[in-house]
């Protein structure tokens, strides 16, 4: 009895190794091929589930990603249709297609990773050099407005060369021809896109430059409105301090002239009254006016200048 049992669990255990060995499952993001004695048989399996296959060494399966994989290519230095070096960085996305042609001809996704780095820089390379560096950096014709009326300058458009692709063409070319020769490695190409375009170290000196030169135009605009301005309120302000400094002097001498006409009224009033007393008033002012500091007068003893002074004793 003891013999028999252990032969069932001898069987069972025979069993689930062989089921082991011939039975195999899929996911939905896994697709197989099934190799005997190393070489591809049958169909590429692309369903997910349970599938059968003889025992190792017999037959072994090899599973391939089925989702979309990403390729992320090394920045290149490439010049341009007008001889100007930029770098250009780029990314594409990818995936297994057909696996049984996959696997016989790159065999697995790092060899696959070379082969898109090849056919894909050779492309982009092509491109780059046939344009000029205006269809890698802009997409469509849309005029562009200066910078200067972003800081309160009159509006003004820069005209610029025109864009026969544009950069979104480009890539989308570049693609096209990428997968025409994809297609034989069993790989599917997605889509592939210009992540960044830079200049070189010697052109965007260059650049900087150009654009410092721009920012000093912009600023000595300013700088000749400004003093175009501060002329102009100069000259308001001295057209209106010459208006108030001649009405000043008008009011003044209006109000002279009237000081005066009352002082001869006054004066003529004194000297109708006492003209002697008058004369001698005056005399004195006059003495007042001359008669300052160090002053010396040499004058005759005849001089009437002098009559009240030779009349005091």
């Known amino acids: 009895m003891n013999i028999g049992k252990a032969l069932v669990f001898a069987v069972i255990f025979i069993a689930l190794l062989f089921l082991k060995a011939t039975v195999y499952t899929l996911d939905e993001t896994e697709q197989s091929i099934i190799l005997q004695f190393g070489k591809p048989v049958g169909e590429p399996i692309k ?6 296959k003889l025992p190792y060494p017999i037959q072994e399966v090899l599973k391939f990603e089925k989702r979309f994989l990403e390729w992320d290519g090394d920045a290149k230095q490439i010049p341009t249709s007008e001889k100007t070096y930029i770098w250009v960085d780029t990314f594409a996305r990818w995936r297994i ?11 697995n996704e790092m060899a696959a990773q070379s082969r898109l780095d ?104 300013f700088r000749s409105e400004g003093q175009g301005q501060k002329a102009e309120v100069d000259g308001k302000r001295q057209k209106e301090l010459q ?60 001089s009437e200048f002098l009559k009240y002074l030779k009349d005091i004793r």
Not at 47 to 52: N, P, R, S, V, Y
Not at 143 to 149: D, K, P, Q, R, V
């Open 97 to 107: 297609a057909d696996p049984l042609k996959f696997y016989q001809r790159v065999t």
């Open 47 to 52: 369903d997910a589930g349970l599938h059968f």
């Open 118 to 221: 090849d056919i894909i820089n050779s492309a982009m390379r092509a491109f780059v050099s046939e344009n000029p560096l205006i269809e890698m950096v802009r997409n469509s014709n849309r005029e562009l407005m200066s910078s200067i009326e972003q800081q309160g300058g009159p509006t003004s458009i820069v005209k610029i060369k025109k864009v026969e692709f544009g950069r979104e063409k480009i890539s989308q070319l570049i693609l096209i021809r990428a997968q025409e020769s994809m297609a034989e490695f069993g790989i599917e190409l997605l889509d592939v896109r210009i992540k960044r375009v830079n200049y070189s170290q010697q052109v965007r000196l260059k650049v900087y430059e150009r654009m410092i030169s721009e920012r000093h135009r912009i600023a000595e605009k």
């Open 243 to 302: 208006r108030i400094t001649s009405e000043g002097y008008r009011q003044a001498q209006e109000i002279k002239g009237r000081a005066d006409a009352e002082a001869i009224t006054i004066y003529a009033a004194a000297y109708g009254r006492d003209p002697e007393f008058y004369s001698f008033l005056q005399t004195l002012e006059s003495y007042e006016a001359t008669l300052k500091g160090n002053t010396t007068l040499i004058l005759d003893t005849k």
